[in-house]
């Protein structure tokens, strides 16, 4: 994230103000790759930067060895929260909820959830 903020020539606190987060948050995602940041967040960052959410190098570090993380990520990489994904998916947000929670789901679902989840290339 750091480098791409870099690139565009901004600095943290213009990035920040660009973001409509303060400069210290801005800092600390920076700083902490692997921190527990919302998505509301990363899309703001994004938009700031007029780049794709993939770009800012926060993803490389989410496993990938489950269908869980996959979903995770795919999420994460198309910029949607839980309701965003859910929808885009046609699905209920308790049924990701419950698949998340490793709850028994149908063939249909895990379909939807595959589908998605190919749309990142993960």
């Known amino acids: 994230m750091r480098a ?23 800092s600390n995602i920076e700083r902490r790759s692997n921190n ?27 496993p990938e060895t489950t269908l869980h993380n996959q979903l995770q990520k795919a999420i994460f990489l198309h910029g949607h929260t839980k309701i965003q994904a859910a929808n885009k998916m046609h699905l209920s947000v308790k049924a990701i909820y419950n698949f ?20 990142v290339n993960i």
Request: proline share 3%; hydrophobic share 40%; charged share 25%.
């Open 4 to 26: 791409c903020r870099i690139k565009k020539g901004l600095s943290i606190k213009q990035l920040a103000a660009l973001a409509s987060i303060t400069p210290e948050g801005l």
């Open 36 to 62: 527990n940041i919302k998505i509301t967040i990363l899309a703001k960052i994004s938009a700031a930067l007029n780049a794709p959410i993939e770009s800012l190098g926060y993803f490389k570090y989410f």
């Open 100 to 119: 998340q929670k490793g709850k028994r789901c149908t063939e249909k679902t895990i379909q939807k959830i595959l589908k998605y989840i190919k749309e």
